[in-house]
């Protein structure tokens, strides 16, 4: 079954278009009193918008359709679609992901088992490219790093060896010490070979850890008043109901070089663009929480962090950048798509050669 969002520009109604009684067109309607497309037409789905019957075109983003349909069987999906102009225009082969705050958690969705480990990454690339929902809470962040990245307080503080053992982990390793040395053992004895030989021997991403004390008294940890962070592709959300914090969008160099150049268009002097060194999670949520508290919240790049690249190479491939747009920043850039670069020729030539 193809799945697909609509995305015909006929019913796009301000930033986004408003969508009701939404069909899944692949010769079976969600509602079983719903007219099945005829067959050897394009798999679409069919839409009622302001009292007309309408097929929109098929298109390359992906909802969770055809899994809740299998799921829960024949159903009706009302909701009001989120159509990202910024992601017709740049041409972007993957969900937009919006984070939000929530206090139930949504059914269906991914999350890690509790106390299991897991990276937060994994599940924003299955968001991403698969079309799924994601939820964390505090008892399934996947890992400590994760945990402070969503908002969920300082979790370093159960790292193994407490904060210590993390600022010699991202540092220049625990050897040193015969505590450090008896964790690494017990790791290596678990079958954690990998996670013992970092602990032990460092990431040295930071140069000491006394580097690495001074890079967490930086870092904007807080814990958040919500449950659970959910994270779901743009498509999905409805401002109405919503907690939006950001919209992140998984792009290409050219395609980060157009959202750079849109979220300056109105106000360039004021550097709204910002690339924080930080685990790739949070970038996306706890920096991204704070650039809300600012007058004029920066767009922020991501997806530097080099253990999160390897973590998705193989969902989101090796050549993706992130750029995370505050919920205030997203909507000033979507109103400017129409009118900017993304309708000129120097665009379109440059995604002609992508």
């Known amino acids: 079954m193809h799945d697909c969002l ?36 394009s798999p679409v789905h069919r839409v009622k ?44 082969k993957t969900n937009p992901v919006a984070l939000t705050w929530a206090d139930t958690l949504p059914e269906p969705a991914i999350s890690f088992k509790p106390g299991r480990w897991g990276c937060v990454m994994a599940v924003f690339a299955t968001v991403a490219s698969k079309g799924r929902i994601g939820a964390f809470s505090r008892e399934t962040y996947g890992c400590w790093g994760g945990g402070v990245g969503l908002g969920f307080g300082n979790c370093y503080k159960t790292f193994p060896g407490g904060t210590a ?102 106000d360039p002097q004021r550097e709204n663009v910002s690339v924080p060194w930080a685990a790739g999670c949070q970038v996306i949520g706890i920096f991204g929480y704070r650039e809300l508290e600012r007058e004029h919240p920066r767009a922020l790049i991501g997806m530097t962090d080099i253990s999160a690249r390897n973590t998705v190479r193989t969902s989101l491939g090796t050549n993706l950048m992130s750029l995370t747009a505050p919920w205030p920043t997203f909507l000033e850039m979507e109103s400017n798509v129409d009118s900017s670069f993304l309708h000129r020729q120097t665009w379109r030539e440059l995604r002609e050669h992508a």
């Open 6 to 41: 609509p995305g015909n520009p006929a019913m796009s109604g301000g930033h986004f278009g408003e969508i009701s009684e939404v069909y899944c067109g692949c010769r079976k309607a969600l509602r079983a009193n719903a007219d099945p497309i005829p067959d050897g037409r």
């Open 49 to 92: 918008s302001k009292g007309a019957r309408v097929a929109c075109r098929p298109c390359r983003f992906r909802c969770n359709f055809a899994e809740s349909k299998a799921k829960y069987g024949i159903r009706r999906a009302t909701h009001e679609h989120m159509i990202s102009k910024i992601a017709n225009a740049t041409g972007l």
């Open 165 to 266: 053992g993390f600022c010699g982990f991202l540092a220049g390793g625990n050897k040193g010490s015969e505590e450090g040395r008896a964790i690494g053992a017990q790791m290596a004895a678990w079958g954690g070979e990998r996670m013992a030989d970092d602990f032990l021997e460092g990431e040295r991403y930071l140069k000491t850890p006394q580097v690495t004390e001074r890079f967490l008294e930086y870092v904007p940890m807080r814990d958040i008043p919500a449950k659970y962070v959910v994270i779901k592709p743009l498509s999905l959300t409805d401002p109405e109901s919503d907690d939006i914090k950001s919209v992140t969008f998984f792009v290409d160099p050219d395609q980060l070089s157009a959202l750079v150049i849109l979220a300056n268009y109105a």
